[in-house]
C-alpha cells in the first residue's frame, strides 16, 4: 500500500511539471536514470508511475532503443473507460444513461444556440447533410452520435462536450444491438433540423425545446422497443 501511494505522490509530480514546461504531446519525457535522480525514488517507483500515467492517457511509452515516456493527451476514450470501470461496480444500466442524456441534452443545445462559432455551426451543417445522404444506411447510428458530439463542444463548455462523447462511448455496442426503425429516423432527422435551425439562430428556447422532444422520444422508442436492451449494465472493457 505504502508503495502505491508512493508511486501515486510520484505520478502526481510528473504531471505537474509536465504542466510546469509547458511540455505538448510528443514531447520526450527525461530519460529514466535523470528522473531517478530527480526524483528520489526507487527504480520500481518510477515505473509503476509511469504505467499509472500510461493508463490514464497522459503519456505512452515508446519502446526500443531511444524509447522511453512520451507526452500524450488524455483522450475521451480514456475518461469513458474510467467512468465505465465504476458504473460497471454501481451496477448501472443503459436507461440510467439515458435518463443523464435526457437531464443534460436540452442545455447543452440551449448553450450551443448562445456560445456555437462559425466553425461549429458548419461543422453540424456538415454532419447533418451527412445524416440526410445516409438516413436509410447502417451509418445513420454513428452519424447521429457525432451529430450530438459536435453539438456538446459546441456548447461552449469542454465538460459538456467530454461528457456527451463519453456517453455515446459507453452506448455504441447497445445501439449496435438495436438500431433505429425509418420511422424513427425519421423523427430523429425532423427535430436534428429544428436543433440546427435553433442553434443557428441563437434561438436557445427553440433548441433547448426541440432537443427535448427529440430526446425524450428516443428514450421511450429504445425503452419500448427492447425494454431488455435498456436494463442491461455498462460492463467495463465494452468500448
Known amino acids: 500500500m505504502k508503495k502505491a501511494k508512493r508511486a501515486l505522490s510520484l505520478a502526481q509530480s ?37 504505467r499509472f500515467l500510461e493508463l490514464q492517457g497522459v503519456i505512452h511509452l515508446q519502446l526500443g532503443r531511444g524509447g522511453g515516456p512520451v507526452v500524450a493527451r488524455p483522450q475521451t476514450g480514456d475518461f469513458a473507460s474510467s467512468l465505465s470501470l465504476i ?27 448562445q456560445r456555437a462559432t462559425t466553425a461549429d455551426l458548419s461543422a453540424l451543417a456538415g454532419c447533418l447533410a451527412e445524416l440526410r445522404h445516409h438516413e436509410a444506411s447502417d451509418q445513420f447510428e454513428e452519424l447521429n452520435r457525432r451529430f450530438h458530439d459536435l453539438l456538446g463542444w459546441a456548447s461552449g463548455n469542454p465538460l459538456f462536450g467530454l461528457l456527451t462523447s463519453a456517453m455515446h462511448l459507453l452506448t455504441r455496442e447497445f445501439s449496435h444491438s438495436l438500431g433505429y426503425s425509418a420511422q424513427e429516423r425519421a ?6 433540423v429544428r436543433v440546427l435551425e435553433a442553434v443557428r439562430t441563437g434561438d436557445s428556447a427553440a433548441a433547448r425545446q426541440a432537443m427535448s422532444r427529440l430526446v425524450a422520444g428516443s428514450a421511450v422508442y429504445l425503452s419500448e422497443r427492447s425494454p431488455e436492451l435498456v436494463s442491461q449494465r455498462v460492463r467495463w472493457g465494452q468500448l
Open 14 to 50: 510528473i504531471v505537474r511539471d509536465i504542466e510546469a514546461g509547458r511540455h505538448n504531446p510528443g514531447d520526450r519525457l527525461p530519460r529514466e536514470d535523470e528522473m531517478l535522480a530527480r526524483y528520489e525514488v526507487a527504480r520500481a517507483t518510477l515505473r509503476e508511475a509511469l
Open 87 to 113: 458504473l460497471h461496480f454501481m451496477e448501472a444500466d443503459l436507461r440510467g444513461l439515458l435518463e443523464l442524456r435526457e437531464a443534460i441534452a436540452p442545455d447543452v443545445a440551449g448553450y450551443a444556440a
Open 187 to 192: 423523427v430523429q432527422m425532423k427535430f436534428l
